[in-house]
């Protein structure tokens, strides 16, 4: 990435959390316009998108368990982005830093794990959207 556009993503960062902060009781709000899950309504199954919105909503409320519980991948695609955006700050000052794995491995694991995840629960209620 070139230094421009390294200076850019630091600066909008920061600008995009203060904006949903700022209007997080408006996009929390937004939940309203949202009808449920087809494949859910169809099925009796959930999909690995159940749960994305309530997930979403706690962690606008400051409720990290909880957006956990509905929805890991929510929290998970957040610290992915708070660790590229370390990164890249680093990387701005001369100091390049690795925070996410380069390893393919590390990335399939990551994936099998969310992958049966959404498999289990649909057959493990303890696991299934708060």
């Known amino acids: 990435m070139s230094k421009r556009a390294r ?6 960062m920061p600008c995009a959390a203060a904006a949903v902060f700022i209007f997080r009781d408006y ?7 949202f ?7 169809a099925t009796g199954y959930l999909c ?11 962690l606008l409320h ?3 368990l909880t957006s956990v519980r509905n929805n890991p991948l929510i929290p998970f695609l957040l610290l992915m982005l ?5 990164e890249n700050l680093f990387a701005l000052f001369g100091r390049n830093i ?13 994936s099998c ?12 209620p303890a696991l299934g959207p708060v």
């Open 7 to 12: 200076i850019i993503f630091a600066a909008v």
């Open 27 to 33: 996009i929390i709000g937004l939940e309203r316009y």
């Open 35 to 41: 009808k449920g899950c087809s494949f859910y309504s």
């Open 48 to 58: 690995p998108g159940c749960g994305n919105t309530r997930s979403v909503n706690a």
């Open 62 to 64: 400051g409720h990290i």
């Open 82 to 86: 708070l660790f590229v955006y370390t």
């Open 98 to 110: 690795k925070l996410l794995p380069s390893n393919i491995r590390y990335w399939v694991i990551i």
């Open 113 to 124: 794990f969310f992958a049966a995840f959404y498999i289990l629960r649909n057959f493990l």
